[in-house]
């Protein structure tokens, strides 16, 4: 008895635009600080961040990273969403993408004389953030990482509960 079924379709994978994901995700945390902030000032950046780099701009004008942010906020952001390989061992391993998107945002922050903030989300997870050291309640739960310098990495909801003033 020979099965009438085509199960072709269930195998193949719908292929993700890595940049609408990524623009969307932008999006979504721009939405979600105007909201934990009372404000309307965060915004993505023209061009995902790259917008400074490739355009002839007076310096006043420029924007690093993902997020256009007030002025008063502290943080450079750097969004990513995906990259599902990744893992606890990544952060072991220097040439790992994780570390890549750290180093980024490292150098965009030194450039606007801000701190770095990247935020890291894979399908179907809580949303993470990672910056220097333990700059928020040392209460809140996080994992520190790094030599030399180090790193803290929070849930994004664990953050956005704690003091507003750490912030800004």
Known sequence: MKDEYDLSKLKEKKRINS???????????????NE????????RSPGSGAFATTHKLPKHLHIYGDLITPQSFKFCIECKKGYNK???YSLLDNSSALWGFINQCEKDSQKCDKLPLVLFQQDRRPI????????FDAYIPHITIGSGIEYAIYKL???????????F
Do not use: H, P, Y
Not at 162 to 167: D, I, V
């Open 36 to 43: 934990q902030f009372d404000t309307k000032e965060f915004s």
């Open 157 to 167: 909801d664990d953050l956005l509960a704690s003091n507003q003033a750490k912030w």
């Open 128 to 135: 993470l953030a990672i910056t220097w050291g333990n700059i």
């Open 86 to 88: 990744e893992n606890i």
């Open 19 to 33: 940049r609408t994901k990524g623009s969307s995700f932008e999006r979504k945390i721009a939405k979600l600080l």
